[in-house]
Each structure stands twice: as structure tokens, then as C-alpha cells.
């Protein structure tokens, strides 16, 4: 079972966001999962120009890491999400991955495939950072295992970090049982479901400029 890890922190392992990450790792590995940490600090992934062109071939026309990316996302089995909460979002490097995947979105392509979510902050509101993740993971098509995050207690420290590493590895595990017993999540069908609709219906609108999209939901139609 093989779990793509991608943590957005320009400090990447370093700093507070890779401590809770390395929790939820270790989780991963006692159920047996394999691992993979991809450091957007250390990639070039740009910021998208909104050329179309992965709309129309499949492929980004820039020439940087992100088609690696993509290609570890299409191969694995689960993926976890890692950011800061920087001014109440995800990092720059988080929100320009995000943009750059909108051929996968608007295929919904990681459909079947699983992720938790991983977030840390300077003094609170970490909620809607998760939830911001989580809706993005759905909006790829993929099932939302759940989320962790933390205020900081210091550098690579956090309030009750015993309770708080104890949830992180049960999130690690849990996404590997998930992948394993291809659990279902009812509650987030709705969503999933009418986002389909909703992409598929674009794609159709715009299938004679967006061509590798309008076949890849008409294959998938039947």
C-alpha cells in the first residue's frame, strides 16, 4: 500500500507541520502502509497561467515538477495533504499546487482513492484550513478520511502533544483501513455526487476546446 505524503511547509520536514506529519507517518507505517514525502520546498511547482492546454492534451504546458506530481497521485493508493495554516488558508506553495490540478478536478480523477489531511498554526483557527483541504481532496474525487491539526506550543511543539500525536497515528492507521476495506463515507456522497455532475456538465459545455476532458467523461460514461 503506497501513501503519498505532500507537506507544503517552506520549511518542509523541519518545522511544525512535518513533526505532526511524521505522527501520522508512523501510523501509516504500523498499518503496514508504505510511504513517500514529497516537499513542495524543495519542488518547482508554479503558479497555473490559465492556458487551457491540460484541458485540451491532458499535460500542463509548464515545465516543472508538477507532472511528477500528478503522476505519483494517479499511482498511489492514499494520499495525505500537508500545510500551515498561513494567514487562514494553506501555504502559496499548497494553493499553487491546488490551482495546477484542476485537470485532475475537473476529471475528478483520484475517484476510488483515499486521504487525511494534516495542519498546524501560529494561534488558532485550524478548522477551516482542514475543512478547506478536505473539500479539495472531494473535489478530486477522493474519499476524506478526516483531518488533524494543532495550534503551536513552540518550535516542533504542541499543547497535550500526547493526545495530539496519539490522534495522529490513529489517522494514519485509519487511512490505511480505509484503503484496505474500500470503506464508504455516505456523507460526503451528496457532495461528491453533485460535483460530478457539475464537472462532467462543464466539460460537456466546453467539449470542443477542452477535448481531452470531454472524451476522458465520455469513456468514463460508457
Not at 500528478?70 to 490551482?99: H, R, W
Not at 470542443?208 to 472524451?215: A, K
Request: charged letters at 25%; a negative charge.
Amino acid at each position: 500500500m503506497n501513501i503519498l505524503a505532500i507537506i507544503a511547509s517552506p520549511r518542509g520536514m523541519k518545522g511544525n507541520t512535518g513533526r505532526l506529519l511524521e505522527e501520522v507517518l508512523s501510523g501509516v507505517g504500523e498499518a503496514g502502509g508504505e510511504t513517500e514525502i514529497l516537499s513542495l520546498a524543495t519542488l518547482k511547482v508554479q503558479p497555473c497561467v490559465g492556458c487551457d492546454l491540460c484541458h485540451k492534451t491532458g499535460i500542463c504546458s509548464i515545465k516543472d515538477d508538477y507532472e511528477g506530481i500528478k503522476e505519483k497521485l494517479l499511482a498511489c493508493d492514499g494520499f495525505i495533504l500537508a500545510s500551515p495554516n498561513y494567514i487562514f488558508s494553506v501555504t502559496a506553495q499548497m494553493k499553487a499546487l491546488f490551482d495546477r490540478c484542476c485537470g485532475l478536478l475537473h476529471c475528478m480523477a483520484l475517484e476510488g482513492k483515499y486521504a487525511a489531511v494534516v495542519e498546524t498554526s501560529g494561534g488558532g483557527e485550524d478548522a477551516e484550513v482542514i475543512s478547506y483541504m478536505e473539500r479539495f481532496v472531494n473535489t478530486l474525487g477522493a474519499n476524506s478520511v478526516g483531518g488533524i491539526g494543532s495550534p503551536m506550543a513552540g518550535i516542533r511543539a504542541f499543547p497535550d502533544e500526547a493526545n495530539l500525536y496519539g490522534r495522529a497515528r490513529t489517522l494514519g492507521r485509519e487511512l490505511c483501513h480505509c484503503i484496505r476495506e474500500k470503506r464508504q463515507f455516505p456523507e460526503q456522497e451528496p457532495f461528491l455526487g453533485a460535483f460530478r455532475e457539475r464537472m462532467s456538465g462543464l466539460v460537456e459545455i466546453m467539449g470542443e476546446h477542452w477535448v481531452f476532458e470531454r472524451d476522458y467523461w465520455r469513456d468514463r460514461k460508457g
